[in-house]
């Protein structure tokens, strides 16, 4: 399960900057690409069983699915691509390519401080 190594590797972050922030996190925000091989269900069912008697035991994993983007090799516009329309929507050219995918980013972490 790839999720798992996943929240391993979020919890220990989360861990560390709860210690240095001496406060409980409570939500954290992750983001990644749509294509970014990750199940947000299966990545939180992971994250609340290993953070089970840790600092990050609750702690609320919120997962955003950046968008799939084009460049237009006809006019360079660079544009969130849909797969009903795959068209560049400046000039309406269907010559572009794809954009790499987003990478899994932990945004940011919410604390609640004592």
């Known amino acids: 399960m790839h999720e ?3 929240a391993q ?20 925000r992750i983001s990644c690409g749509k294509l970014y091989a990750i199940n947000a ?4 069912f ?6 089970k008697g840790t600092t990050c035991e609750g702690t609320k994993l919120v997962v955003e699915h950046k968008p799939i ?6 006019c360079g516009e660079i544009f ?3 797969l009903t329309s795959p068209a560049c929507p400046k000039c309406g ?15 940011d ?6």
């Open 4 to 6: 798992m190594a996943v």
């Open 9 to 28: 590797s979020i919890l220990t972050t989360i861990s560390a900057e709860a210690e240095k922030q001496n406060a409980k996190p409570v939500i954290a």
């Open 41 to 44: 269900e299966a990545l939180g």
């Open 46 to 51: 992971a994250f609340e069983a290993i953070a």
């Open 69 to 74: 983007r084009g460049q237009c090799r006809n």
């Open 80 to 82: 969130e691509f849909e």
């Open 93 to 107: 050219s269907e010559d572009f390519g794809l954009l790499p995918d987003e990478p899994l980013i932990l945004e």
């Open 109 to 114: 972490i919410e604390f609640l401080t004592e």
